[in-house]
Nanobody
Framework: QVQLVESGGGLVQAGGSLKLSCAAS????????MAWYRQAPGKQRELVAR???????NYADSVKGRFTISRDNAKNTVYLQMNSLKPEDTAVYYC??????????WGQGTQVTVSS
């Protein structure tokens, strides 16, 4: 069993910054990638950023240049630094871990609210 614990969400004004963290624990054998998704009310869950455990990254066009995903392999932790936040970034942010199985594990989500 794998557990993902997210933290760092909150309320911030437009133009501000937040940093999300996602720590993985449990029976983790081989991580292929970790990613951040988000889901706004009435919308589908969408990929925000992904990082392969080798280090390569990809981002949604809407966050390129503003968000940065990084990881600490030793701690099985992934981060999402979010700068220049906009009201449209408001959503519940979810962490996902994909193993080489491949199996997917999801965190419980953390709310990010950006006020205008």
């Amino acid at each position: 069993q794998v557990q993902l614990v997210e933290s760092g969400g909150g309320l911030v004004q437009a133009g501000g910054s937040l940093k999300l963290s996602c720590a993985a624990s449990g029976n983790i054998f081989s991580i292929d990638s970790m990613a951040w998704y988000r889901q706004a009310p009435g919308k589908q869950r969408e990929l925000v950023a992904r990082i392969k455990w080798g280090g390569s990254t990809n981002y949604a066009d809407s966050v390129k240049g503003r968000f940065t995903i990084s990881r600490d392999n030793a701690k099985n932790t992934v981060y999402l630094q979010m700068n220049s936040l906009k009201p449209e970034d408001t959503a519940v942010y979810y962490c996902k871990l994909t193993t080489l199985g491949p199996y997917d594990y999801w965190g419980q989500g953390t709310q990010v609210t950006v006020s205008s």
